[in-house]
């Protein structure tokens, strides 16, 4: 992917993120999720039904980084297992961390695969996928 196609799609999931603004529907787990060295606070609402991810939301202030990120996280993750979902979450921080991924499994989300060039932003680019992980992993 080039680096052209890769800004592209950063900036259209900043710009026109998926599924931003909070609900009130108690069947939504929620998970706040800030960072200690940017701006990023993000509040997240996942939705599981019979193991799958159904829906995910978010809303809070963030750089454009995280919010591209979360944006691409929502966009990857709905419709997948908890299963799944959790595979593509450990390959995606196995990419910012520089180890061995499938690139198959991540669509979009390859973006950020130089990520680790700006070690300040790793952080912005994992804050919502470590927050799911939480989630999901106490199902």
């Known amino acids: 992917m080039s680096e052209e196609i890769k800004r592209t799609i950063i900036l ?41 991810v159904k829906d995910i939301r978010f809303d809070g202030e963030a750089c454009a980084i995280c919010t591209s990120s979360t944006s691409i996280l929502i966009n990857t993750l709905i419709g997948k297992t908890t299963e799944e979902a959790l595979e ?3 390959n995606f921080q196995n990419m910012i961390d520089e180890k061995e991924y499938n690139k ?13 060039k700006q070690p300040n932003r790793k952080k912005c680019a994992l804050l919502t996928w470590e927050g799911t992980k939480e989630v999901l992993e106490r199902r």
């Open 88 to 90: 593509i979450i450990h």
């Open 104 to 116: 198959k499994l991540l669509g979009d989300a390859v973006v950020y695969s130089d990520i680790s």
């Open 12 to 52: 259209e999931n900043y710009q026109n993120p998926k599924n931003r603004g909070l609900i009130e529907d108690d069947s939504y787990e929620k998970k706040n999720t800030n960072s200690e060295s940017c701006i990023d606070q993000i509040d997240l609402q996942i939705k599981v039904e019979n193991d799958k």
